[in-house]
């Protein structure tokens, strides 16, 4: 469970780091299934793929049929890997279930399951923005995201950079989830940004609302991390016409 210590970081800064989780070796064990997903070794209709953007400009990534389209490591985003059983057993971690609760209540799902990636020598840049909104069609905004480095996430490899403390502002983008440049000068989240930086493997847990971005990768390795949006298991699907599924990791409603 998450330490009183952890807790109060949380609701103060919005973000908080949570070392290692999981069993030896299971980090580098995703890290190899989301290559062989990548490469084609693996195969599963179920699963959704985004190229990387050539340019490195989000305005320039391709959202359009979202399927496997070549056998390449440059994959931008690779999502609903609760259909593959590695990605779903580590997602239910108990760990990550039990901060879940504290946070969150006894019932849980997720939101989104999904692997994001900067190339080496590329990647896309992502501007700020709060990972909530009416876009995503649910009566309630999702909670918490834990974010799961598959490979040293550095700043020079495009490690994702917070703004601690702006969840307490509310929903303040206004395009799409991207918060507008002049909110971000109004604000002058530049002075107050931070890097998280984590060895493969570590993992850090941040408030939806939680202003972040990330930038290109300028290294040798890739910067391939596993992020989970969890939300309240209560939460309803306002788009029913698309007829996504929201896996629970606890408190499943019985069947009668």
Known sequence: MLTNAQLDEFKERGFVKL??????????ALAQR?????????????ITFQLDSKTGNYEDVDFSNPVWKEATLKY???EKLDQDPLFWE????????EACRQLIGPSVKCFRTMFMNKPAGAGTHLPYHQDAGAQWG???DPFVTIWTALDPATKANGCVEVVPGTHKLGLMSTRGHVVSDEKLKELKVDEKSVFVELEAGESFLMHNS??????RNGTTIARRAYSVCY?????????????RVFPY????????
């Open 19 to 28: 070392g290692r989780v999981g069993a030896p070796g299971q980090a580098a």
């Open 34 to 46: 989301i290559d062989d997903l990548m490469m084609g070794k693996v195969r599963n209709p179920a």
């Open 76 to 78: 931008r985003k690779i």
């Open 90 to 97: 580590y997602t239910k971690d108990p760990f990550f279930v």
């Open 138 to 140: 649910l009566s309630k």
């Open 210 to 215: 939680l202003f972040h971005r990330s930038g």
């Open 231 to 243: 939300m309240d298991g209560e939460t309803v699907d306002l788009k029913p016409e698309h007829k």
């Open 249 to 256: 990791i606890c408190g499943e409603p019985v069947a009668v």
